[in-house]
């Protein structure tokens, strides 16, 4: 083949056509061009709707097998939590049926020491269910209103708790609703004693903004440990003894202070409580004077009456 013949045209894949800076620039101001007309007309919202119905069947199918597996993987999840809770159930059911055998023993064995001793049985109170209606809306105090009042029997000095524990005490009585003064109150006071010691106390609701109990008057000395439970005491006439009230969260024992400054956590839902339940007074319970029974008689020297 001749020389002169030849093609020589560069092939097309060498071929050069306009610069890439000159497409970057083009394909920059179309896009910018674009962006301002939809967000200022809003054009390309049509086209936005038709892609994402035409996409949608897509995304359904390939979404499929992801789904089934979190379906399949919850009913063996919740197969599992069923019986893991049955479970638990029923272990708690045996140990609580154990309990309720030990205390039958423990109750009846109380009753025979007491007609041993002649010492009065122990107070049943009574008590009422109630609803919150909300918390008091000043900032300086912790209050709540119950959804019950002087119509429904409802006593000022009641105490007051939910399933947790001592929630705090009525203080004002209407026709138709109560307020209470909660534990943490700084206005508020409630005899405590330690379950693990046997040390009674004060507690008095803490001033500062921390919804807690200050633990007043105990010694630098004293046997108080974190994680201590605080129960009422019943020395005031007016809670019931036994009943929880808070847990021992911080210790401070200072050497320029006889006391030290101890802070307890409520056990009760002092925030966010919604049903409670609101007991009789202990002094309700009492019996008047006539009511109690004679002293006993001294017994002579010689050991006969």
Not at 21 to 28: E, G, N
């Amino acid at each position: 083949m001749p020389l002169g013949t030849l093609d020589r045209s560069p092939p097309p894949f060498f071929k050069q056509g306009t610069s890439a800076l000159t497409k970057l620039v083009l394909f920059s101001a179309i896009s910018l061009a674009l962006m301002f007309a939809d967000m200022r007309y809003n054009i390309v919202q049509p086209a936005r709707w038709a892609l994402s119905l035409i996409v949608y069947p897509v995304q359904w199918v390939a979404l499929r097998p992801q789904v089934l597996w979190d379906q399949v993987d919850d009913a063996f999840v919740g197969k599992q939590e069923a019986l893991q809770t049955a479970e638990d159930a029923r272990a708690k059911l045996l140990a609580q049926a154990v309990r309720s055998t030990q205390v039958e023993q423990l109750s009846l064995e109380n009753q025979h020491l007491r007609e041993l001793l002649q010492l009065r049985e122990r107070l049943n109170t009574s008590a009422m269910a109630a609803e919150v209606l909300y918390e008091a809306a000043d900032p300086f105090t912790r209050k709540m209103i119950l959804d019950k009042g002087a119509n429904s029997g409802v006593q000022t000095s009641s105490p007051v708790m939910d399933e947790r524990g001592i929630l705090g005490q009525v203080t004002r009585v209407h026709p138709l609703v109560s307020e209470i003064t909660l534990v943490t109150d700084r206005e508020h006071s409630i005899p405590v004693l330690n379950t693990r010691t046997g040390a009674r106390g004060v507690a008095f609701g803490e001033s500062g903004g921390a919804p807690l109990l200050e633990l007043r008057y105990m010694a630098t000395n004293a046997d108080i440990e974190v994680d201590d439970i605080l129960t009422t005491s019943g020395v005031d006439g007016v809670y019931p003894p036994g009943i929880p009230v808070a847990k021992v969260v911080k210790i401070e024992r200072r050497a320029d202070s006889v006391f030290a400054r101890i802070l307890c956590e409520s056990l009760a839902r002092v925030q966010g409580a919604r049903h409670v339940m609101v007991l009789t007074p202990v002094k309700s319970s009492l019996p008047s004077f006539h009511e109690l029974p004679p002293p006993p008689q001294p017994i002579p020297k010689g050991g006969r009456r």
